[in-house]
């Protein structure tokens, strides 16, 4: 994964500094980070099973796209941004969910926000260097999923459902 420059926040969401990526999650400092809900017309959400190389939670099962927001960037041209390096989908609406703050593993701290849109299927190219597989699921088929304990789940995607299904999170919200 390349070096990225990024955003450092205070609890408020007000840009404090700038560091690199790599020193970003050695320190702990907070920063920003975009998740993305793909639903099929059907009402399916878009899965994807990370790498077994990548740094957190290889081989796990993540939420349609999961990004770090860049140095400048905001939270909607990071959405925009990785609909298109993950899934190489582009001109998808989205609306904003919810922002949130949220410990997402040792020394990673991020204000994040979740959008939710729809994806036609037949134009999904997911980026197979960062995903090894995506599949669809109802969110029943999911809850039974984690229910089972037999698939690994990424922890947030777990808190984004929660809290998507109005159960209780880890999430804090933001304004």
């Given at each position: 994964?390349?070096?990225?420059?990024?955003?450092?926040?205070?609890?408020?969401?007000?840009?404090?500094g700038?560091?690199?990526?790599?020193?970003?999650?050695?320190?702990?400092?907070?920063?920003?980070?975009?998740?993305?809900?793909?639903f099929?017309?059907d009402?399916?959400?878009l899965?994807?099973?990370?790498?077994?190389?990548r740094?957190?939670?290889?081989?796990?099962?993540?939420?349609?796209?999961?990004?770090?927001?860049?140095?400048?960037?905001?939270?909607?041209?990071?959405?925009?941004?990785g609909?298109?390096?993950?899934?190489?989908?582009?001109?998808?609406?989205?609306?904003?969910?919810?922002?949130?703050?949220?410990?997402?593993?040792?020394?990673?701290?991020?204000?994040?926000?979740?959008y939710?849109?729809?994806?036609?299927?037949?134009?999904v190219?997911?980026?197979?260097?960062?995903?090894?597989?995506?599949?669809?699921?109802?969110l029943d088929?999911?809850?039974?999923?984690?229910?089972?304990?037999?698939?690994?789940?990424?922890?947030?995607?777990?808190?984004?459902?929660?809290w998507?299904?109005?159960?209780?999170s880890?999430?804090?919200?933001?304004?």
């Amino acid at each position: 994964m390349a070096d990225e420059l990024l955003d450092i926040v205070n609890d408020e969401d007000m840009i404090t500094g700038q560091e690199m990526r790599s020193t970003v999650h050695r320190l702990g400092l907070q920063h920003r980070g975009v998740h993305v809900f793909l639903f099929t017309p059907d009402q399916k959400i878009l899965v994807q099973k990370r790498s077994a190389d990548r740094a957190a939670s290889p081989s796990a099962l993540d939420c349609s796209v999961s990004e770090h927001v860049k140095a400048g960037e905001s939270y909607l041209d990071s959405a925009m941004r990785g609909m298109k390096e993950e899934m190489g989908v582009e001109g998808i609406a989205v609306k904003p969910l919810v922002k949130f703050r949220m410990n997402y593993g040792p020394n990673d701290n991020e204000i994040s926000m979740l959008y939710e849109g729809t994806v036609d299927p037949g134009k999904v190219k997911f980026d197979p260097v960062e995903i090894e597989s995506i599949h669809y699921f109802s969110l029943d088929e999911l809850w039974s999923m984690v229910n089972e304990g037999e698939v690994e789940f990424c922890g947030w995607f777990v808190e984004l459902l929660n809290w998507y299904e109005g159960k209780p999170s880890k999430m804090i919200l933001q304004d």
